[in-house]
């Protein structure tokens, strides 16, 4: 339905902590070693984003956690101060 | 029938159930009396529970600070009783938290938590803010990575910890817990537990409504919080309270569900709410003036006083606001110095989804709270905090089933207790189990059909070709929450919706593919045993106790403190219900 979790394959090292760490065990770990995990269970995503804060590559951009439409927060965007 | 699903027999002295903040404390103090412990998890102690991303804030009597404010801890117990629980709570376990949750914050500090700062200005260099009470009071603090470092300290002292495995039943003998079962969430086998005490600390029971952007998963608390803990013991006769206040939703940031006391809500200061024009209806927060700490004694009295019939901090029904065609609200930091930005974007990081959330909000809508502003929109329902539900334990935290003791949200009758109460009552159980497992010789047998009984429900799942998949399951007990026990409710509809919900349960027969699916489908089955419980609470309590409790009866629109003000405590008995009032000490 949505992906609320998005590797990229060239900066993920395939540690799978985030399948270890996930709250909701959606992610499964990919059969082929250095590869990103799958996510098995895209809509049972808590959003709680504890995979992408222990990913070891966040920094480089391996992981990036997408809120569906329904769930983006609503700005009122004011002028710059 | 598939068969042969494998038993994994564990021994140990002290069982925690749930290894959350409060389950972790339970484990790190029960491990200093020479016992074994073993921490059973559903997801995984480094990011479970309401605090798994992490908790920014924790009441506590801080003396270095109260003392010379002249502000006791009679008085912090007097403001929760009054303004948040406006009496309705179990005094003797908020005088535990209130005690005792200092010491704990310095425990966690030994831990590797960082609460002291450089920067600050407050005694012993803390960073102390207001949330519920008259003075400023909660912990600010570095928690976002907090069970990690339970985590390890548990793990450091001995403590064996089992991931992924949902416990569901609570074996009990001769008045005594004996053993408990639980289903391994990966690997697909049962696992029996033989312990000679046992903690209780599941958390909340969640995901009893529809989430309100209909995301699901979209929830405040943890979704994986199904109130097991709540269903074990109702299953094994014992009695749970409160269950009838399931609140309606409140406001906060966004559709985006936080688990983050959020700005204006909480803890932070410099946030306002506006309207689209931009007039103020709630006045920004301040700093507490520190630098004149102590040159004036507090009147807690007074402060009591006025904060109940309105003053600062008082909190408008933004529902109310709205029906009368007074919204959209936003949350409005833009008169904030850079240092109060700063101070509330660490804060947010620091707690609940609030990590990810300001990652993406700066990052994927370019927000900036210099300038923009963020519209305040209704939460899901939840099980209300202004009346927690749960476990009914003693003074020591025990429960009428001996060596069964319960921490955290698991414990009813603490009004929103959060970190301190899990902090606080962990430790407290986790210590009395302790003790007590280690004056217990013998394991007391356990009734080796439940084992059998757990094995042939689970095999059943998995095997169906035609079971129900979970969420139609979920999705038909949600409507049925929603709908009778919603805003109002009265003794017709709910026993409508108690028929409704039986239909439900004669058709759950469940499919599931594999472990994972076998774990969602034993949730729903919490999720009915629980949502039972609120439907049946609902009907038994016959009067309205108005805000902040919201619970209304059309039938009953008075509140009737000399029948009800009590918790009502429901527990099966011989397949029936038994109903009884406890009375509260005031």
Not at chain 2, 76 to 105: C, P
Not at chain 2, 130 to 156: C, V, W
Not at chain 2, 207 to 221: A, D, Q
Request: aromatic share 8%; proline share 4%.
């Amino acid at each position: 339905m949505f992906n609320p979790v998005i590797f990229n394959k060239d900066v993920c090292t395939g540690c799978n902590i985030c399948v270890d760490v996930c709250l909701m065990g959606i992610l499964e770990a990919s059969t082929e070693k250095g590869k990103p995990p799958i996510v098995k269970y895209p809509d049972e995503c808590a959003y709680d984003g504890a995979c992408w804060m222990q990913c070891p590559q966040r920094e480089k951009g391996a992981i990036k956690i997408v809120p569906p439409l329904p769930m983006r927060v609503s700005i009122l965007r004011g002028e710059k101060p | 029938m598939r068969t042969g699903i494998e038993v994994v027999q564990i021994d140990t002295d002290v069982l925690i159930i749930g290894g959350g903040l409060a389950g972790c404390m339970a484990a790190i103090k029960a491990s200093e009396y020479g016992v074994k412990v073993t921490i059973a998890e559903k997801a995984n102690t480094l990011s479970s529970g309401c605090a798994g991303t992490g908790v920014d804030h924790a009441w506590a009597y801080i003396p270095l600070i109260h003392e010379q404010m002249g502000w006791t801890i009679e008085d912090l117990i007097e403001d929760h009783t009054q303004l948040i629980a406006r009496g309705f709570i179990n005094k003797d376990l908020l005088r535990l938290v209130a005690r005792e949750n200092y010491d704990r914050m310095l425990d966690l500090e030994k831990f590797g938590v960082k609460i002291r700062y450089e920067d600050s200005q407050i005694p012993g260099k803390f960073r102390i803010v207001h949330q519920f009470h008259t003075m400023p009071s909660s912990f600010n603090f570095d928690g976002y990575d907090l069970k990690i470092k339970l985590t390890r300290e548990a793990k450091r002292r001995g403590v064996d910890i089992v991931n992924r495995v949902m416990m569901v039943a609570l074996l009990v003998t001769d008045g005594q817990a004996a053993g408990a079962l639980g289903v391994g969430t990966n690997d697909g086998r049962l696992y029996s537990f033989q312990a000679k005490t046992f903690v209780m600390s599941t958390g909340r029971a969640n995901r009893l409504t529809p989430s309100v952007t209909g995301v699901w998963g979209n929830h405040r608390i943890p979704v994986n919080e199904t109130g097991d803990g709540r269903a074990m013991a109702f299953r094994a006769g014992l009695p749970v309270i409160n269950m009838e206040f399931l609140s309606s939703g409140y406001y906060s940031i966004g559709n985006y569900e936080l688990n983050l006391g959020s700005p204006r809500n909480t803890v932070q200061p410099a946030a306002a709410v506006t309207d689209a024009d931009g007039e103020t209806i709630v006045p920004r927060t301040q700093f507490y003036d520190w630098p004149n700490l102590g040159k004036e004694k507090v009147d807690a009295t007074l402060n009591r006083q006025k904060m109940l019939s309105g003053g600062r901090n008082a909190r408008p029904s933004y529902a109310q606001l709205y029906r009368q065609g007074e919204g959209p609200f936003y949350l409005d930091l833009t008169g904030g110095t850079e240092e109060e930005i700063k101070y509330i974007e660490w804060s947010i990081r620091n707690e609940g989804k609030g990590s990810l959330f300001l990652d993406y909000l700066k990052n994927q809508e370019g927000f900036d709270f210099r300038k923009d502003r963020l519209e305040w929109l209704p939460n899901s329902r939840e099980m209300a905090g202004t009346a927690a539900s749960g476990l009914v334990v003693n003074n020591d935290l025990e429960s009428e089933v001996r060596g069964l003791f319960g921490a955290g949200d698991d414990v009813g009758g603490v009004p929103w207790a959060g970190a301190p109460g899990a902090f606080t009552m962990g430790w407290r159980a986790g210590e009395r189990a302790a003790k007590e497992a280690r004056a217990q010789q013998d394991y007391l047998p356990v009734n080796a059909d439940s084992v059998e009984s757990l094995k042939e429900s689970c095999s059943g799942m998995l095997a169906s070709k035609n079971g129900r998949h979970w969420r139609e399951v979920e999705m038909a007990v949600q409507n049925v929450v929603d709908y009778y026990a919603g805003e109002v409710r009265a003794e017709k509809t709910l026993r409508r919706g108690l028929e409704r919900l039986d239909n439900i349960k004669k058709n759950a027969s469940f499919r599931a593919e594999n472990p994972h699916e076998l774990m969602r489908c034993l949730e729903v089955q919490s999720i009915i045993d629980n949502a039972g419980m609120v439907l049946n609470a609902s009907l038994e309590r016959r009067e309205s106790r108005h805000m902040p409790f919201g619970f209304l009866r059309a039938d009953f629109p008075e509140q009737n403190d000399k029948e009800w003000l009590a918790f009502l405590a429901l527990r099966k008995k011989e397949e029936k219900l038994e109903f009884s009032r406890i009375p509260i000490k005031q």
